[in-house]
Each structure stands twice: as structure tokens, then as C-alpha cells.
């Protein structure tokens, strides 16, 4: 089951030597935290500009936060624009931060050594004001060191720019933003084509390159066709150095921040982003979704760990994850890949420009991006009114595929072609189903209509009415195999949202339905694709009415109780109420049980379990007695075992762990629950399991009450994941 946790961190960038081969740079689970545009906009600044969270579930943002990856035990906090907040009262020591980052509202702390780190961050997130409170973690540049001396730019045939400089190129009015070690701007092949820029490391106006990954990208860009050294693929863009790491390859996420912001007030029109790490940042993401909503395209290294976790930057939903190509087209031995890839670009022995002047090859998705991001420019250049999804559009759609497969894990779309995309023609959105709320496609109840995801970014907008209260289904079916398709359904009285809920409950390339009990109104339907994919291929959205429920007082999750009813693993009171809001009692918890394992108690013999509230008259009486013979519940310290109490969601996974013999993978991380927490190991393998995700803040909520409908979920969860 797909969860909606969201890992709060701060990121830091740690670059490596470029002679000493670097650490792991993943990605996480994004999708496990994967955002993307909240769909309920009308007006395309608003549509971009707000998210809907979203938790790719196959991999779980949920891991524990390693303090070896925190730059200095620092936290990067948002403090809503009405309040304050005074960091002495925390006992914290407070970082200067550029005037840029404070108008945005945000504060850096340090957290003194004799403060538990972790029990300091979650005091914060609980603090009225603070919007957010992230670990600042490392990332690391993409990069493979290989010997350094070959003769030729190989990937510029590869990708067929001969042909695509007879097409454009390039302007000097487009501006690509190269976040990295700064750039020499006094290398003879980068001469005239570097802006001034800014270094947020030292805090001055002197971006120079004092470890040459930044000025090794720079030149694959924008090396001038000036009969020396090399040539880039854009021959008139000028590069804009924004200087986030210094000559030890460490930088902050507060730089990361603060020079994409900067990129934004530059005016740039891309962005490259050579680096990355698989920890998940609010505040990286939430900039990088302004710059998308400010029309840059957003480029970034898929990573290079040979593994499918998430990489971040390239995971977040607006920006284009880049997987490295060789001479052959097939990818890299050591390129990140999986659902998130969206293009590839050759990233093995890449000459360009060094620091120290000369030339060099290197290795590495950080080279692959810069190829994509140069592609891009020439792009902006030949179609300046063209949007970033068209933009990505073009890129994809023209590269070139080694199979018969529209999109792969390993490749994404194919290998970027710069002729190709030049040539490539837009596709006719005039069928296509509203991109607002305002324009959404009318479907009749009964009907079955399709549609195609045509562009990245597509959001399918469909509007269905309900006259009188009616059971009510609906299914996105022949879903094409790379798409997850996700929906989100609006309920609307007199003009006014009722209500509001996701519809994300399978994989890729699997159908989502949705049963429901609807009251009279306009409903609407908005479908996107979680991992910002597109297709050719059409999907089916059917909107049907169907028989009653087996309780008329359910709504939300309506075929998991019906499932189980006919199992006879539940059952409903005898009014014929389900009542799923009631607090579900320990007795209740063990008679579901016992029910799932087909165990009828009628019979029992198990001995007396002892509790001094519990006897043979007790309802439920065989039932406790037989669940505390099988060892998976027991009473309280008092000796009793309070049948009628009710039962928490920390109690609920400590008994299904142990009655299903559930197992962890230990890298559970929600805020209220650290390792040493008494239901740590409990719920760490409802999570490890799939049977359960927590709550979008990435809380667990181990004290709270437990429903009906939500223990009922569980069950669901653990027989149809298993």
C-alpha cells in the first residue's frame, strides 16, 4: 500500500575529490516523497506553485537520521511569517543566513552537543510557528573518476550535434545555471561565456572553481568553437557559476536553497544539478518548485550507486532525473535508474574543460545532466515561448530508445538526440481533457471515456454529477505499464469544496478503484501520473453506480470492509451499522483475529488466562483465553486485561507483529517513535510489511485510539500484501 510519509531534512552537498571515488549518491524512496502540483488549481502560476504530497511506496523515505551525514548538527527551519522565533529559548546557537533566505522566512540552528538532536528537531516541528525544522544533510556530486587523457568528444556524434548546429546555436539571451564548485571564468575556452555569479560559500561575488567539478560542467556546456581545446554543445548560452561547494566538496542545503533562489532573481532559464543524495528536502523541493513555476527547466544526476533508490534532487517531481549512456547507448554500469529516470545522456569518458586549465575526462551522471541541460538551452533558444513540460517533452519523446519499449527503468525515454529534439513537433492538445478544474471533461455516470497523459506535468481534469445518494465506483483501467497513475476527487456543494481525497492505492502500470458512498453534488476528478510521466497510449476512466453497500455508514474504505465482511473476519452491529469511527476495543481487536486465522473459539479449552477482570461470564471470554494461549496478546501490569478499553495504533502493531510473526528492516523514522520507543519494533514491521506508512508528517501516532475502519485497513493490508 502506498504511504504519504514525508521526511522532513535539510540537505548538505558533500563534493568528493575528483581523484578518489565517491560514496554512494541514491535516491531515496521518493516517491517516497515524491510532491507534485496540487491539480485543484485554475490559473497555471497557482496550479504549479502547490504540491499534494506523494509517497512512492516500493522504497520508504523512512530512515533513520545518521548524524555523520549532518553538516555540523545543524537544522534549517521555516518559521511562519506571523510568528517568531527566539533560538536562545531552545538553547540553540543561531547561523547567519543571507538576507534572501530570511525573507523566505528561514532560520539556521546549530544543536550544542549535550541536546539530543533528534529529541531537539521533533520539539521544534511541535513548536506553534514552525512550519518546518530539517537535518542538514550531505549530498555528493555524481561523478566517476577514470583516467583523465582521451582525444576525442565521442558523445557529440553520439547525440548528433553536427546536424543540430546546422538547426541553432544557441542564444545568448538563455542562461543556464550551473549550482556546483564554481567555474574558472579565466580559461581559455569559457572566455565571454561566464556571468559574474555568486560564491555561497565564502558569501562574495567570486564563484571561482577550487575543485573543477563545476568548471569540468561549464565547459561540456559552453566551450567556445574557438579552434582550441574543446566545444561545447550550446555555443552561445552564457553559464551562470552559482558557487554551493568549496574545495573540500561540503556545502550546506542552505546554499543548495539560497543559490536556486538566486538562479531565480538571475532571470535563468535552466538549471543544472550535478549533484545529489538520498535524503529528502522540504526546502530544496519547495524552491525548485518555484524555479519550475518561474518557467526554468530543471535538470539533475540520476546518481551513481548502479541502484534504483531515489536520488535527490533528480527524484523531486518538476526536475528531469538525467541516468548516464555509453558509447553504446546502454546505460552505464554504474547509473542510477528505476520508476523517477526520465532520460539518459552519455556520461562515460567526457572531455571538457579543467580547472587548473587543460583538458580532462571524467566520468559520472554529473556529466550526463550537463549534456541534457545544454540540449535544453538550444531548445529555449529555437522555441523561447515553449513551457518547461514542452521543453522536457521535445527531449524525451526524440531520444533515441534500444528497445521496443516507450519508456524503460534503465533508460527512461531513451538517449537524448539534439537534431531530434530540435525537430521534434508538438503534440495536439486539442482532445486532451482540461489541464484546470474549470476545463474539466464532462463524464456521464455509466460511461467509460479516454484519455492520455500527452505531457509531462499533465494533469487530466473530468467532472461527473450525483443527483440523489448512490454507491458509486470509479476505475482507471488499461493503465499503459510505466504509469502510476494517482487521482485526487473533489466533492462540491453550491459551489463549495466538501471534501477531498486520494485515490493512490496500486503500482505502476496497475489500475486504481475507488468505491464510495456519494452524496448529491458535482464531483470532480483530477488524474496525474506520480513519477511526472507521459504516454501515447490512452487509459480508461469509468464512472458507474453500484448496488448498495453492506453498511450504509461507511465510505472510506469500502471494498477492504466489504473483503473482510465476506471473509466473516468482521462483522457490523446488529442495526446493520458498521459504525468505522468507533474506537475499536481490545476484544474486539482479538475476535478479528482470531477470525482471520479461521480459529472458532466456541470449543476452546484454552486455560484460564488469569486476568482478575475477565471470568467464564466475561463477553469474549474464550476469545481472550485462546489468544493469550496462541502469545499474541497479553493483559496489563495490574493483572487485568481491560476487554472494553480502547486499543492504540502502538498496541495494535505490537499485536499484529506478534500474531503474524512480522518482521522489520529497522529503518523506520518517524518523529514520535526513535529506536528506543517501546512499539519502535512493532511498527517497524508494519511498515517493512506494507500494513501500514504512518501519517503524512511522517508521525506514527503510537498512543492514539485505533477505529474500526482503520484496524480494519490493517488486516486488509497484511492479507492482500502478503
Known sequence: MKGNVKIRAAIVILIISMVIIPQAITATSIKQSIQRMDPLQTERQQHSSQQVTHQIQSEKLSKTVDLSKV?????????DQDSSFNT???????????????????????????????????ELLQTSGILSAEPDYKRELSYVPNDPYYKEQWYLNQIDMPQAWDVTKGSSDVTIAVLDTGINQSHPDLEGRILPGYDFVDDDDDPNDDHGHGTHIAGMIASNANRIGVVGIDMNAKVLPVKIADSKGEASVTDVVDGVYYAIEQGADIINMSF?????????????????????????????????????PAAYTPVIAVAASDQGNARSTFSNYGNTTDISAPGQDILSTHYEEGYAYQSGTSFAAPIVSAVAGLLRAEFPDRSPEQIEWALEYSAVKRSEDFWTAEDGYGVVNAINALQASLPSMEDDAGDFQSEAKVVRIGDTTQEKMELPMDVDWFQFKVDQRAEVLIELENVPSHLDLTAILYHYVNKKQISELEIDENDIGQAERYRFTAEPGNYYLAVYDIFNHWSETPYDVTIEKEDEPVFPDVENYVAEIEYLTEKEIIK????????????????????MILNEMGIHVEGSTAPDPGFSDVDEESYGYKAIATAVELGFISGKGDNTFDPGGDLTRGQMAAILMTAYDLEGDQTTNFQDIPEDHWAFEAVDALVTNEISNGYPNN??????????????????NYLTNG
Open 71 to 79: 553538516n555540523q548538527r545543524r537544522l534549517l527551519i521555516k518559521v
Open 276 to 312: 545529489g543524495t538520498n535524503e529528502y528536502s522540504e526546502s530544496e523541493d519547495e524552491a525548485l518548485w518555484e524555479a519550475y513555476n518561474e518557467g526554468m527547466v530543471l535538470i539533475a544526476a540520476a546518481g551513481n550507486e548502479n541502484t534504483t533508490e531515489l536520488t535527490y
Open 699 to 716: 508521525t506514527f501516532k503510537p498512543n492514539e485510539s485505533i477505529s474500526r475502519e482503520h484496524f480494519s485497513i490493517f488486516l486488509f
Open 572 to 591: 457490523g452491529y446488529p442495526d446493520g451499522t458498521f459504525r468505522p469511527k468507533n474506537k475499536i476495543t481490545r476484544v474486539q481487536a482479538v475476535h
Open 88 to 122: 536562545k529559548e531552545f538553547g540553540l546557537k543561531k547561523i547567519p543566513l543571507s538576507h534572501r533566505m530570511e525573507k523566505k522566512g528561514y532560520q539556521l540552528v546549530e544543536v550544542p552537543q549535550e541536546r539530543g538532536y533528534t529529541a531537539t528537531q521533533a
